[in-house]
């Protein structure tokens, strides 16, 4: 189990520190335009498309308790042996979007594309969260347990 832990906080601390230090740079004032997509400061009050922004300060301790609860859920029920590297990536980037509402007043965001279409402006921890939770899908679907994995 210990294995699996270290696997979990180290995937998690890893996606923390990385996703702050690439925030740092955006609120210190770096910027970068081109024609498809630009690299500028955004903050959102909201969730994902500045859904649910009409929360204000709620929506931080709302995502806390979701985070508190997911966390409980992760130690609890086993998924933690079957995927802990994506569970810390997962956890890392909410724990890193949280950390930005109580420092910054929302999460931080500098990806924006605007080719062809105008889309959601995102960081590094929205995508490594999708990827962890495609990952946790497509393993789930269509894995093979291991025979030789540890039990509960």
Known sequence: MVRYLSIFFLAALGTLIIDQNIKIAFVDGFYWDSQCFSLELHYNKGVAFSMLAFLGENLKWLQVLLVGAIMLYIFTSGLL?????????????????????FVHGGVVDYFAWHCWFEYAVFNFADVVIDLAVVYIIIVSLFGKEDPNAETK
């Open 81 to 101: 042996r079957q995927h802990s590297f994506a569970l810390g990536l997962l956890i890392g980037g909410a724990v890193s979007n949280l950390y930005d509402r």
